[in-house]
């Protein structure tokens, strides 16, 4: 149970003085794909390591090697010294690689204790000893300060950041020696995060290594000890945190410059195009007022669970509105469905590009033009040639990497996803584009691309609203910021006025600061 | 695709039955005794299955199947399963059956007796979408309710009605001797189904079929009218039933209250054979009339070389598993991006 056990003699040494982890030219092949070129990474032991890329760069393919999932055509793995060659994901767990994956993979209807033991149930001739399990489990939670969360509580009643902390004492059971934590942070608010964070250096403090890979840059800044970035299946750079900054880490890994990242285009605002009034959905929001003028671009923040989304969605007749009304060029969507918005030329991209963005199983042609068929049809009958060159024109327009319009959505990466969610909004010509965490889990390039696709918007008259739990870009690319806590729409202010601690200030509803309430 | 597999090594156990067949007649052994019955088998087993006369009997005994897997296909696709249409052929048979005993026309017994499969499905669709229902449990109550419905329209008898009718011309399998004609069944199941693969692939409806049954949120997400196009489906799925039980009706001249229970698995086999999934979304009008060929052409290569009848239901339970296996094997040997 105690990890430091064989590194008795290593405690005076600091944080990457001893590996624990080596891995060495590796190499790794899918069929023509070249998805890993030589690529080395050194962990040392209670060192938190962050693993940097964009999407596509190799970053999971190696920790699949690390933790057992597939093979590698070549290179060495070394753990603690000695040669580790991990050949399926119970070998590697039982070596102490455990993996925490970027979807939580808790089952809902067990209760925590059975998920933190689940596999590793204590037993004797094949009894389930009840009492021990719930000792172990407590002690688990115990040790990430996170007694709070009942060993009874269902996992899919927990909130989202509680079954984080349920999968990590998870992955404690087995007393791991690295831990790969794959995006954790991605569904998670800043408070949260920030939990998350004193349970990872508490892991530190147990000597466990932990391998962290995220989008969140300024995260790696503050938590992790030493760096490397992947680029393109290479190793580009690695090193200490403390050494380096954010602009030359991105560099690194887009290969680009970070004053790139979020072009401005010069643009006024027009008449007023679309607006809420009362809008209150079934629990949240409750009575949000809001408007939008041609060419703005809005942006949204607040915590999970302030009513963003919520909003977006009764706006948008996805969710039942209680009440309130929507004015799109100032005629009022009566009962708003999403087909009534979409005839009014509002869109969505949802946050939740798999389960509702996108059809993943389907063509990108298909999911690009669903909204709007009308171009290239004729009394219902489509045709195909020219869907297929609606959906290449597009493919150009936003550099997406496909193979071509008929290749499975599925089968392209986030980014490319995320442009094709956005495409088929321009293709539907939507004047006001509501954008649900439009960047979330996507590559830095993908996200440069994406910014610079909505600033042109804004610059041809085109309304936006942007929700994101990511505050440099909502400082980057809107004009204004709202601010929601708790259901309600907080303060709107134009860009110059906030930072990102007004407001993150604003956003767990601190006092002293909606002095002007939610109307503008 | 995986029912082509199924049908080659169909034709080869037909075939190397023949050469066995041959051997025991001429009293042979072993390997050289293989060849030479190889060589001095007419392969008459073989040749008869592939006769054109037992081509076009397969053909017409196919048509109530193919019919009902249009319907099923539709719905299948679109994320959704119909276990009422057993029943629902029953009922519509004996609908037609009355109909045509009391001397309506042919039209009037057509159009009524489609028209009351379109309805039946109405009320599926109208249930699943408007109370948002599973269409497992929708649909399995329908399969009793319609099923009662038959049992009383027809006094819990057969309903006879008078050969010289109209109608019964459809299923007639006369000139069997010539390639052409069919009968007009067959060239009916053909029309609809080129109705339909047109329908599926090049209209607008078509996408948002398997739009939704390919993820229903985003269908909502892009506008599409979920509850009515749901509705829509499965009301054009019924009218195909309804057509289904027209030619239940007519190849027997008869309305039967208790016939056709449990053809829905038939139909669904023949969709799943076809290479569509049960979890919606895709599916193809051509596959699933393939997977209605093949299962017929297994019933009839069976009883043709006289094997009992539960090793028909064997090997057509072992085909479902294997043409579906195979399809899923070859989907995991694709090399996935990551």
């Known amino acids: ?520 | 695709m995986g029912f082509a597999v199924v049908g080659l090594l169909f034709v080869v156990l037909l075939g190397w039955k023949d050469v066995v067949d041959q051997m025991e007649k001429e009293d042979l052994k072993g390997w050289d005794g293989w060849r030479r019955a190889w060589g001095s088998s007419g392969f008459e087993g073989l040749k008869a299955f592939l006769s054109v006369t037992n081509i076009k009997t397969v053909l017409s005994q196919t048509v109530i199947v193919a019919i009902g897997s249009l319907g099923m296909t539709l719905i299948i696709v679109s994320g959704g399963i119909d276990l009422s249409v057993g029943s629902v052929v029953a009922l519509t048979s004996v609908l037609g059956a009355t109909l045509a005993a009391q001397e309506w026309g042919s039209f009037g017994v057509i159009a009524a007796t489609v028209l009351a499969g379109g309805m039946i499905g109405a009320i599926n669709g109208g249930l699943i979408a408007g109370l948002r229902m599973m269409p497992f449990i929708v649909t399995l109550g329908m399969m009793g309710v319609a099923r009662g419905l038959a049992k009383w329209l027809a006094k819990n008898q057969t309903v006879n009605y008078p050969e010289s009718a109209g109608v019964n011309h459809l299923m007639k399998l006369e000139d069997l001797d010539h390639f052409l004609p069919l009968p007009s069944g067959v060239w009916l199941a053909g029309g609809l189904a080129v109705l339909l693969a047109i329908l599926m692939n090049r209209t607008v409806f078509g996408r948002h079929v398997f739009a939704i049954g390919s993820n229903e949120a985003t269908a909502r997400l892009c506008g599409i009218r979920v509850p009515w196009t749901k509705a829509f489906i499965y009301a054009l799925g019924g009218v195909f039933f309804g057509f289904a039980g027209l030619m239940q009706m007519t190849r027997l001249t008869q309305g039967d209250p208790s016939g056709a229970v449990g053809l829905e698995l038939d139909m669904i086999a023949a969709v799943v054979i076809g290479g569509a999934s049960l979890s919606g979304g895709t599916g193809s009008v051509a596959g699933s009339m393939m997977g209605a060929l093949i299962i017929q052409l297994l019933r009839n290569g069976s009883s043709l070389m006289a094997w009992p009848n539960y090793t028909q239901e064997i090997i057509i339970g072992v085909v479902i598993i294997l043409a579906v296996g195979l399809d899923r094997w070859r989907q995991s040997q694709e090399p996935r991006s990551g």
């Open chain 1, 1 to 520: 149970m105690d990890p430091s056990s064989h590194e008795v003699n290593s405690v005076s040494v600091p944080a990457g003085g001893v590996l624990r982890l080596r891995m060495a030219g590796v190499h790794k092949s899918f069929g023509a794909t070249r998805a890993l070129r030589g690529v080395h990474l050194e962990v040392g032991t209670g060192e938190i390591h962050a693993l940097i890329g964009e999407n596509g760069a190799g970053k999971s393919t190696l920790m699949k090697i690390l933790s057992g999932a597939c093979l590698a055509d070549e290179g060495i793995v070394e753990l603690d010294g000695k040669p580790f060659v991990p050949s399926s994901p119970l070998h590697a767990r039982a070596e102490g690689i455990a993996m925490i994956y970027q979807e939580l993979t808790l089952a809902p209807h067990l209760s925590v204790e059975e998920n933190i033991l689940l596999g590793a149930e204590p037993s004797r001739w094949g009894w389930l000893r009840q009492g021990r399990r719930r000792e172990m489990a407590h002690a688990a939670l115990q040790e990430l300060h996170h007694e709070n969360i009942s060993c009874e509580a269902l996992a899919g009643e927990l909130t989202i950041a509680e079954q984080q902390v349920v999968e990590i004492a998870r992955a404690l059971i087995g007393s791991p020696r690295v831990l790969i934590m794959d995006e954790p942070t991605s569904s998670l608010t800043q408070v949260d995060t920030e939990n998350l964070f004193r349970v990872i250096r508490k892991l530190k403090q147990r000597r466990v290594s932990v391998v962290y890979i995220s989008h969140f840059l300024e995260e790696c800044l503050a938590l992790c000890d030493r760096f490397s970035v992947l680029r393109d299946g290479e190793s580009i750079s690695s090193g200490a945190m403390g050494e380096t900054d954010l602009s030359r880490i991105i560099r690194d890994m887009a290969g680009r410059e970070i004053s790139e990242i979020y072009p401005r285009t010069p643009r006024t605002a027009g008449d007023v195009v679309y607006e809420w009034r009362g809008l209150a959905g079934v629990r949240k929001p409750s009575g949000v007022d809001l408007s939008l003028r041609a060419g703005e671009v809005l942006g949204v923040a607040g915590l999970v669970g302030a009513g963003r989304t919520e909003s977006l969605r009764a706006a948008f007749g996805l969710d039942r509105a209680r009440a309130g009304e929507i004015r799109v060029f100032g005629t009022r969507v009566e009962s708003p469905t999403p087909k009534r918005n979409l005839d009014a030329g509002v869109g969505l991209v949802s946050e939740n590009r798999k389960e509702e963005g996108l059809m993943l199983a389907r063509d990108l042609a298909d999911n690009l033009a669903m909204t709007r068929f009308g171009p290239f049809s004729k009394w219902g009958f489509i045709s195909r040639r020219r869907q297929r060159e609606c959906a290449w024109s597009w493919m150009e327009k936003l550099s997406v990497k496909a193979a071509g319009p008929d290749q499975t959505i599925g089968e392209l990466s986030g980014g490319n996803q995320q442009k094709v969610a956005l495409a088929r909004l321009l293709h539907h010509e939507a004047r006001v584009l509501l954008l649900d965490e439009p960047t979330r889990g996507i590559d830095v390039g993908s996200k440069a691309q994406i910014y610079s696709v909505i600033s042109e918007l804004a610059a041809a008259g085109k309304a936006v609203i942007v929700v994101s739990s990511y505050l440099p870009e909502l400082l980057g690319v809107c004009d204004r910021v709202a601010v929601m806590c708790r259901g309600a729409l907080k303060e709107i202010r134009p860009v110059e006025e906030w930072d990102e601690h007004s407001i993150m200030t604003a956003m767990v509803g601190a006092e002293g600061v909606a002095g002007e309430g939610g109307r503008v």
